[in-house]
């Protein structure tokens, strides 16, 4: 059974740092293309960054191009997101997001498995 374990969440000041990390566990990771999303009530849950299966390719929402990074370590069975120069407008709760696939996607109905959420702040 795959399970995805996001962590790093937490509160920040505007313009600060955070770094996600999602564990990945009950499957081959490295022939999965990974996700972030994240959902701020009410809004839809939206594509934040995407990452092929050897992390050659990425992909971004526009609205994180240029501060958030996302890559992933196939040894240790972990995606991460480094989010930079965080703004209010980032406050939301970011999901981990596994794809059994040869394309990275960027919307949520072509991901077969999702963690639990982690709250991230960027406050003013």
């Known amino acids: 059974q795959v399970q995805l374990v996001e962590s790093g969440g937490g509160s920040v000041q505007t313009g600060g740092s955070l770094k996600l990390s999602c564990a990945a566990s009950?499957?081959?990771?490295?022939?999965?293309?990974m996700g972030w999303f994240r959902q701020a009530p009410p809004k839809e849950r939206e594509f934040v960054a995407g990452?092929?299966?050897?992390?050659?390719?990425?992909y971004y929402g526009d609205s994180v191009k240029g501060r958030f990074t996302i890559s992933r370590d196939n040894d240790k069975n972990t995606v991460y997101l480094q989010m930079n120069s965080l703004k209010p407008e980032d406050t939301a709760i970011y999901y981990c997001?596994?794809?059994?696939?040869?394309?990275?996607?960027?919307?949520?109905?072509?991901?077969?498995?999702w963690g639990q959420g982690t709250q991230v702040t960027a406050s003013s």
């Open positions: 009950g499957g081959a990771f490295s022939t999965w293309n």
């Open positions: 990452i092929s299966r050897t992390g050659e390719t990425t």
């Open positions: 997001a596994a794809r059994r696939s040869s394309n990275v996607a960027v919307t949520t109905d072509l991901y077969g498995y």
